[in-house]
C-alpha cells in the first residue's frame, strides 16, 4: 500500500532528523532510492525546483516524492508524514522549553545536536554536488566536457553573488536563465 508506505516513510525522516529541510536531504535520498521510487538524477533536479520553490524543502520534497508516487493522496500522505512528528514535538518542546533551557542536560542535548545538523548537512551538500558534477561516474572523462565546466563557473558565480548578498531570488533566477541558455548552447537532452 504505497499511501501508508509514504506516509510511514516520511514520518520517519520527520521524526528523527533534527535541523530542519537540508538535515533531511540524505534521509529522504536514502529512502527514496531504496524503495526505488526514482532516480538519483531525477531527485537532484527536483532538489532544485524545491530549492527555488515557495515553502519550507522537506515539504516540497514530501510532497513531490508523494505526488510522483501516488498522485495528490499520495502528496497528502508524504507531506503529512514529514510534518506531523515536527508539530507534535514543537507543541511538548514549547510547553517544556522554557522550564528547562537552563538545564545542564538540555545544554548537552544541544551542543551535541548543532555539529550533527552541521555534519548531515556537509552529507547532502557533498551528495548532490557529486550528482550535479559527476551525473555518470567520477572518472577523468567528465573533466573533458563542456557541461562540467558550464556547471562549475554558474555555481561559482553563485557563490560570489550570495557572498555579496545579491537577493537570492536574483540569484535563482540568474542562476535558471544561464542553465537555459546552457542547455540551448550544448543542445542538453530533454
Known sequence: ???????????????????????????????????GWMESEMLVNFVAVSESTPGPFAINMATFVGSTMGGVFGAFCATLGVVLPSFVIILLVARCFSKFRSSKPMKGIMYGLKPAVVGMIASALLSVTGTVFFPAEVSAAVFTTPLFYVSLAITALMIVLSVRKVHPILIIALSALLGIVAGYALHLPI
Request: charged share 10%; no cysteine; aromatic share 22%.
Open 1 to 35: 500500500m504505497i499511501f501508508l508506505d509514504l506516509f510511514w516513510t516520511f514520518f520517519k525522516i520527520g521524526l528523527f532528523t533534527f535541523g530542519g529541510g537540508y538535515a533531511m536531504l540524505p534521509l529522504i535520498q536514502s529512502a527514496v532510492l531504496e524503495h
